[in-house]
């Protein structure tokens, strides 16, 4: 599959915003309330966070035959040589196809002076899980983390760079 991965800009919004919203249902359905996931995914995606995302971190698209499949947020380095992985999303029809790892190597290779990644997991989305640790990704700690009065069991996961 040919794809092309690219810095985001303002015209990937809406698109970026769509891609969210399909992995999310595809994701955790039946492990988060569609009403909770709604709420979440419009606050967390609204225009004036994603203009806010666009100028605080970086912000990768992938792109197949023009359209935006899958985006990937990380956070500038912080103290002590970290970087956070905020979102990786794909939609679910393009998972399996190398795009999520071609993300993440983006991302990483432009995380300049970072030491270490994190990303921080939904306990049982397995398939993110998996991903992590296909990538080299180590199982860091647990916490429990509130989404809109639901609790979640939540992984972090380490990257040594």
């Known amino acids: ?13 809406g698109a970026v915003q769509s891609v969210a919203r399909e992995s999310w249902k595809a994701t955790y359905t039946g492990i988060i309330p569609m009403e909770i996931q709604e709420t979440f995914l419009g606050s967390a995606y609204s225009d004036g966070m994603m203009h ?7 912000l990768y698209v992938a792109e197949v035959s023009g359209e935006v499949v899958g985006f990937a947020n990380f956070s ?4 002590g040589n970290i970087a956070e992985l905020g979102a990786i999303y794909l939609l679910p029809e393009y998972h399996g196809e190398g795009i999520g790892t ?17 990303a921080d997991v ?40």
């Open 52 to 58: 806010k995302r666009l100028e605080a971190s970086s």
């Open 122 to 161: 939904e306990k049982e989305n397995k398939s993110g899980v998996t991903f992590y640790q296909a990538k080299g990704f180590q199982a860091h700690s647990e916490f429990d983390d509130n989404l809109d009065g639901l609790v979640t069991k939540m992984l972090r996961m380490v990257l040594s760079l």
């Open 1 to 13: 599959m040919v794809f092309h991965i690219r810095d985001m800009n303002k015209k990937d919004i």
């Open 76 to 79: 500038t380095v912080k103290q």
């Open 102 to 118: 071609a993300l993440l190597q983006k991302g990483i290779k432009n995380l300049n002076g970072a030491q270490s990644l994190i």
